[in-house]
């Protein structure tokens, strides 16, 4: 397998100059950094008047509660700040930007936050799609608007349907159908789980299954469902040494105990 490139985040969205509209989906919100900084030094949201961001209801309240230097200024006013409610936590990170012809989607782990576009290690995929020249990741393009529109049937406001049809009139090729792509597909959970869709995509031959994270939950059922679920041969958990929400119990679970769960503490600059 061919290593691919280090992704930086803040020179991608400055290497996008335009954008008719722009949707991004975050958990945590960093309103200062948006508005002083991004708005300012991205192009393809200074110059940009269809801007929605989705934060989780939650960090929403927060935000409003919170001292008046950290309260959002221009939003509603430069830009829709729509919270969006879930059984527990609203957490994609979806950044889409798109024009007449062109667009630019980064899917991960960022939040809009400047830790997410600056100094934390994330992982986050970057698509670009050009009308008649590049057009590979349409199909991710469509699925991602496909979720957006659920989104916006679910949160029922009127500025977010605005919004989401003045980015359908100025981008058309956003909507409609088209053949998955076989080698990358969007997946969310608003209908089903994300576990029971990865099981279906993935079958039973399963040896490795490697999971990057920092937060865990304080009990192991997710991982103990793994285990049972795909049946691998060996279960790698890499986190961050000493900032990592994994429990030290884990160390004598039984899958530690028989050798088929190893963890792997990392430090990131």
């Known amino acids: 397998m061919t290593a691919k490139p280090r992704i930086d985040l803040h020179r991608t969205l400055q290497q996008i100059r335009t954008a008719a509209g722009a949707v991004i989906c975050t958990y945590r919100f960093d309103p200062s950094f948006f508005e002083d900084y991004c708005m300012e030094k991205f192009g393809c949201l200074h110059r940009n008047n269809n801007i929605t961001v989705l934060i989780d209801w939650g960090c929403y309240d927060e935000l409003l509660s919170g001292t008046l230097r950290d309260r959002p200024n221009l939003a509603n006013i430069r830009y829709l700040l729509q919270p969006i409610t879930a059984k527990r936590v609203f957490h994609p990170k979806v950044f889409l930007f798109a024009d007449e012809d062109k667009g630019s989607l980064l899917i991960g782990s960022a939040n809009a936050t400047r830790p997410g576009l600056t100094s934390n290690a994330e992982l986050v995929g970057v698509f670009h799609y050009e009308q008649g020249k590049k057009e590979d990741a349409l199909p991710i393009f469509r699925s991602v608007f496909g979720f957006l529109s659920q989104l916006c049937?679910?949160?029922?406001?009127?500025?977010?349907?605005?919004?989401?049809?003045?980015?359908?009139?100025?981008?058309?090729?956003?909507?409609?159908?088209?053949?998955?792509?076989?080698?990358?597909?969007?997946?969310?959970?608003?209908?089903?789980?994300?576990?029971?869709?990865?099981?279906?995509?993935?079958?039973?031959?399963?040896?490795?299954?490697t999971g990057i994270s920092r937060f865990f939950d304080s009990d192991h059922a997710l991982i103990e469902a793994l285990a049972q679920r795909f049946d691998p041969k060996k279960i790698r958990i890499v986190t961050q040494n000493r900032f990592t929400t994994l429990q030290p119990d884990f160390l004598t679970h039984d899958l530690c105990k028989s050798g088929r769960a190893e963890v792997y503490l990392r430090e990131f600059e």
């Open 153 to 209: 049937d679910r949160a029922g406001t009127q500025g977010f349907r605005s919004n989401l049809q003045a980015l359908q009139r100025d981008a058309p090729w956003l909507c409609g159908t088209s053949q998955d792509r076989e080698d990358i597909e969007f997946l969310h959970n608003l209908e089903r789980s994300l576990l029971d869709q990865i099981a279906e995509r993935i079958g039973d031959q399963v040896v490795t299954i």
